[in-house]
């Protein structure tokens, strides 16, 4: 089993930029790869930014170049750094960790922070 828990979302003007992070506890030494997911109002949930434990990262088309995806592992942390935020990117960020090689059975899910980009 794993626990994650995020921090970081809030309110923030257009341009602005936040960072988020999730902490893993638990089995961590089994998680493969960690990644950040959003779900806007009406819409499904997408892949924003994931990291390997080998340090591979891919990210959306619509956020490369704004975002940053990176992993503590001495602190069992994950950082999504937004750079340069827009009003689109208005949603509630999930932190995943999936500890059987994308099998989606083996996927653990934080709650949730929203993030808000308004003037």
């Known amino acids: 089993q794993v626990q994650l828990v995020e921090s970081g979302g809030g309110l923030v003007q257009p341009g602005g930029s936040l960072r988020l992070s999730c902490a893993a506890s638990?089995?961590?030494?089994?998680?493969?790869?960690m990644g950040w997911y959003r779900q806007a109002p009406g819409q499904q949930r997408e892949l924003v930014a994931d990291?390997?434990?080998?340090?591979?990262?891919d990210y959306a088309d619509s956020v490369k170049g704004r975002f940053t995806i990176s992993r503590d592992n001495t602190k069992n942390t994950m950082y999504l750094q937004m750079n340069s935020l827009k009003p689109e990117d208005t949603a509630v960020y999930y932190c995943?960790?999936?500890?059987?090689?994308?099998?989606?059975?083996?996927?653990?899910w934080g709650q949730g922070t929203q993030v808000t980009v308004s003037s």
């Open positions: 995943n960790a999936n500890t059987g090689w994308g099998n989606p059975e083996y996927d653990y």
């Open positions: 990291i390997t434990s080998g340090g591979r990262k």
């Open positions: 638990g089995s961590i030494f089994e998680i493969n790869t």
